[in-house]
């Protein structure tokens, strides 16, 4: 599987962005799938995961309430739809997947394949 993430931008605080994952391969609808996020000089963070139907999904706390997360398994894309951004949300977005069911986030480690990321930036 191979993913190439888009859609990051700069934005004002309290504006709108919506992220999205093209994947290849004919497996995508079998693979979870995940957002992570890295902040300069910090560790990468998770965001988000929905599950291989778009059944179940996990936020951070972080963004429960303001991000969603959905898929299209037709157009083998995930979406990261994100409202009332702050600063703090400032980062490199990255999408992975992950072989997941639920019910609480999978490690890391777990995620088997990457995006390159793409740069959120909100002003305050």
């Known amino acids: 599987v191979q993913l190439q993430a888009s859609g990051g931008g700069l934005v004002q605080a309290g504006g709108s962005l919506r992220l999205s994952c093209a994947a290849s391969g004919r497996t995508f609808s079998s693979y979870g799938m995940g957002w992570f996020r890295q902040a300069p000089g910090k560790e990468r963070e998770f965001v988000a995961v929905?599950?291989?139907?778009?059944?179940?999904?996990y936020y951070a706390d972080s963004v429960k309430g303001r991000f969603t997360i959905s898929r299209d398994n037709a157009k083998n894309t995930v979406y990261l739809q994100m409202n009332s951004l702050k600063p703090e949300d400032t980062a490199v977005y990255y999408c992975a997947a992950v072989i997941w069911y639920g019910p609480g986030p999978a490690p890391e480690s777990e995620y088997e394949y990457w995006g390159q990321g793409t740069q959120v930036t909100v002003s305050s």
């Open positions: 929905i599950n291989w139907s778009g059944g179940r999904s």
